[in-house]
C-alpha cells in the first residue's frame, strides 16, 4: 500500500492536469518510486515482516532458492504474501484516486489516467516489452541479492539501498515500458483503475496487462535465482 501510494501519487502528480507538480518530468517520477520502495520495504520492517517482500517476483524468486537449498523461506507463506501484495497494491491505488479525484476530473485523455495506476509501453510490441521487464527485473534481484550478501537485509539501510536500485533501474531501464518489475505494483492498481469511477477513464488495457507486467517479473527473477543459485 505504502509503495502504490507514493509510487502512483508521484505519477498523478506529474501527469494529472492542474497539479502543483504537473510536468515534473521522468526523474520526478522515479523518484517518488524510489522513496515508495524505500518506505514499503521499511514499514514491512516495522510490522514485524520476517521478509519484507512487496514484490510477487521477490516472493516466488526466493521460495525457489529454498526449494533449491539456496535460502531459509517458508513456502507456505508465498500464497499468503502474493494476495496481501495485490490487496495492498489495490489499497493503495484508491487512496491515490481520493487524493487526485478533482484532477482526474480535469484531465481529458484517458491515457494518463491508466497510467497513474499501472504500466504503459511507448510503444507497443508484446514480445520485447516482455523482455524488458524481465531484464529490468533481473537486475532488481541481482542488487536485492548483492544487498542481501553485504548484510543489509531486513535493515532500513538494506531498505534505502533497495530504493537506490530501483531509482537506478527506472533511469536506465524504465523507458521502454514504464519499469513495473512487480506483478503486483501493476495488477492490484490496474483492478483498482477498472473498478473506479475515474471520469473518463477510457480502456484498463488488460491485454497488455496480463502479459508483460506480470509474466515478465516473474520470469525475470527466476532467471536472477538460477544465476544466483549457481554462483554461491
Not at 537449498?69 to 491515490?96: E, H, N, R, S, Y
Not at 473498478?195 to 527473477?221: E, M, R
Request: proline residues 6%; hydrophobic residues 55%.
Amino acid at each position: 500500500m505504502i509503495l502504490i501510494l507514493l509510487g502512483d501519487g508521484v505519477v498523478a502528480n506529474v501527469v494529472l492536469s492542474k497539479t502543483k507538480g504537473s510536468g515534473g518530468g521522468w526523474i520526478v517520477i522515479t523518484a517518488g518510486w524510489a522513496f515508495g520502495v524505500v518506505f514499503g520495504v521499511a514499514t514491512a520492517i516495522m510490522a514485524g515482516s520476517p521478509y519484507a517482500h512487496i514484490n510477487p517476483a521477490v516472493t516466488i524468486a526466493f521460495a525457489l532458492l529454498s526449494a533449491m537449498g539456496k535460502a531459509k523461506f517458508d513456502l507456505a507463506l508465498v500464497p499468503g504474501f502474493i494476495i496481501c501484495q495485490i490487496l495492498g497494491a489495490f489499497v493503495g491505488a484508491i487512496l491515490v484516486f481520493l487524493a487526485y479525484y478533482q484532477h482526474f476530473k480535469e484531465t481529458p485523455d484517458p491515457t494518463p489516467k491508466l497510467g497513474v495506476f499501472s504500466t504503459i509501453p511507448q510503444i507497443k510490441h508484446y514480445g520485447l516489452n516482455m523482455l524488458t521487464e524481465i531484464i529490468g527485473t533481473f537486475m532488481l534481484l541481482m542488487g536485492v541479492f548483492a544487498i542481501g550478501a553485504a548484510g543489509l537485509a531486513q535493515t532500513v539501510g538494506g531498505a534505502v539501498a533497495v530504493g537506490f536500485l530501483v531509482w537506478g533501474i527506472g533511469l536506465s531501464l524504465g523507458g521502454p515500458t514504464g519499469y513495473a518489475i512487480n506483478p503486483a505494483r501493476d495488477l492490484g492498481p490496474r483492478i483498482a483503475h477498472a473498478v473506479l469511477p475515474i471520469p473518463g477513464k477510457g480502456s484498463s488495457q488488460w491485454d497488455y496487462g496480463l502479459t508483460a507486467p506480470i509474466i515478465g517479473p516473474i520470469i525475470g527473477g527466476i532467471v536472477a535465482a538460477l544465476i544466483y543459485a549457481a554462483i554461491i
